[in-house]
């Protein structure tokens, strides 16, 4: 296999060449090395690359394959970690100025269960400052693979650009408000947002204590579901872990296969997928819907409760709690942090205890109505973005108003805690990728993963790299 075909192969594809001993662990490690040597000046992916770690973890899990101690479909895999993922011996900083030479002394949990999974780490993937909008002014952000006039996410932007680029076959992001699916969606991946409480977030930095989610991104929805089996479920370390049995979501997907999405009814309001959008979004969102029904879903009309509540004190609701996170730092190291994260904290610093208490009020409300949709239907499909293929120029992410419009179809998301799935449904009049979101109630990882898999199965879109 040359070299440029393997760094694009599937995770569960290179698993499967690995178990079955066509490839090694250290050979397939040793080619996404010199493909990370050879991009990365371009693409600025990393922030940490960690080659003697990685042919190491490699040389072991290769020693336990031949062994017969096969782990599974991450054993001897690439994989990289967004830099708030804390990594012991390996520094850590989370986009931040503040922690720059931060080196942990222990793996955060979903570090130490990839690594338990047998997963091969590339290194550290660079990110906006503390997960927030943009990138602190001293780092160089990652650059689009798909055209470096593009926007690459936020803000596991890393995590999008390496995995999209054949430097990894999977990398670990976060979601506060979008930042799984932002930067999956411009890069052409798939990303899984798992329910909140899903997956430990012990050992990560922290944007929002209550926002926060972290998931897999992949290059489709039998990676993620590959990624998301290694690092879901409870963690004593973490309370607010869900105490709920993980299922085996790959085995699902693969049992299910192109019959994945049959008999699923998924929900759609044309009015909120549609107000407000570029008509190249409404038109894949379409073309995206009548796919689902031509593998045996069922479309059913709904009415989306009313999000703006909850989109529009996102911002204070976020910030409110950044401060807390940041309380030891700012404002006494205010000057080492960058606009878009002090703009963040003090909007957050300025808002009052009465108004949070409005907004969780809202909150519970809207979560609530939400549930109810799920009565309805199983999964409700809703566009990724409002735009086709933003360009930097097009994005003023530091405007508060901007970037709340941005969030349409992300941020309501988080406020309730329910899982989605980010999947590649076409590209820009100026070919930069576009995709769709299912959203499911909590714990539904395993039906969106099993319908993102058979809408797969009946598209290519998921399959296009970039030219880099």
């Known amino acids: 296999m040359e070299p440029t075909e393997l760094v694009y192969a599937n995770l569960v594809d290179v698993a499967e060449l690995i178990r079955t001993r066509q490839v090694s662990p250290r050979e397939v490690t040793r080619v996404v090395l010199d493909r990370i040597e050879a991009l990365e000046p371009k693409l600025h992916a990393f922030t940490v690359v960690t080659p003697e770690l990685a042919m190491e973890q490699a040389g072991r899990a290769e020693a336990e394959i031949m062994s017969g101690r096969y782990r599974g479909p991450l054993h001897g895999v690439p994989i990289g970690l967004k830099d708030l993922c804390f990594t012991?011996?390996?520094?850590?900083?989370?986009?931040?100025?503040?922690?720059?030479e931060y080196v942990p002394d222990e793996d955060g949990t979903v570090t130490a269960r990839l690594?338990?999974?047998?997963?091969?780490?590339?290194g550290k993937l660079q990110m906006t400052e503390g997960a927030y909008s943009e990138h602190h002014p001293s780092v160089t952000a990652p650059r689009n693979p798909w055209g470096s006039a593009y926007w690459a996410g936020a803000s596991s932007s890393g995590s999008g650009v390496a995995t999209a680029a054949g430097l990894c076959y999977g990398a670990i992001g976060s979601d506060t408000g979008g930042s799984i699916r932002f930067p999956s969606l411009m890069n052409n991946l798939t990303g899984l947002k798992p329910t909140w409480g899903r997956v430990s977030r012990y050992g990560a930095f922290i944007l929002s204590q209550s926002l926060d989610h972290l998931g897999p991104m992949t290059r489709c929805a039998a990676d993620?579901?590959?990624?998301?089996?290694?690092?879901?479920?409870?963690?004593?370390?973490?309370p607010t872990t869900l105490l709920a049995p993980v299922p085996d979501y790959l085995g699902k997907v693969q049992a299910a296969g192109v019959f994945g999405a049959r008999g699923l009814r998924i929900g759609i309001d044309r009015r909120f997928n549609t107000t407000g959008v570029e008509d190249k979004v409404a038109e894949l969102t379409?073309?995206?819907?009548?796919?689902?029904?031509?593998?045996?879903?069922t479309l059913v009309d709904i009415d989306f409760p009313d999000s703006n509540a909850v989109l529009e004190s996102w911002v204070e609701f976020c910030g409110y709690e950044t401060a807390l996170v940041h309380a030891?730092?700012?404002?006494?190291?205010?000057n080492e942090y960058g606009p878009a994260l002090t703009g963040l904290i003090e909007i957050g610093l300025?808002?009052?205890p009465q108004r949070i208490a409005e907004i969780s009020v809202e909150r519970d409300k809207f979560k609530g109505r939400l549930v109810r949709v799920f009565r309805q239907v199983d999964l409700v499909l809703v566009p990724g973005l409002f735009l086709a293929g933003p360009s930097l120029e097009r994005l003023a992410l530091s405007d508060p108003r901007e970037l709340t419009t941005l969030l349409k179809y992300t941020a309501p998301f988080d406020m309730s805690g329910s899982p989605t799935i980010t999947l590649p449904c076409g590209f820009s009049d100026q070919g930069i990728p576009m995709a769709f979101q299912l959203v499911g109630p909590h714990l539904s990882e395993d039906v969106l993963l099993c319908a993102g898999h058979a809408f797969q199965q009946a598209t290519d879109w998921h399959t296009k790299h970039p030219p880099v």
């Open 350 to 352: 300025g808002v009052s």
């Open 115 to 122: 690594a338990t999974a047998g997963a091969v780490t590339m």
């Open 328 to 334: 030891e730092t700012f404002p006494n190291r205010r």
């Open 286 to 297: 379409d073309a995206t819907a009548e796919v689902l029904r031509s593998i045996g879903a």
């Open 88 to 100: 012991k011996g390996i520094r850590t900083s989370g986009g931040m100025a503040i922690h720059a």
């Open 224 to 238: 993620a579901a590959a990624m998301l089996q290694a690092i879901a479920g409870e963690d004593d370390n973490d």
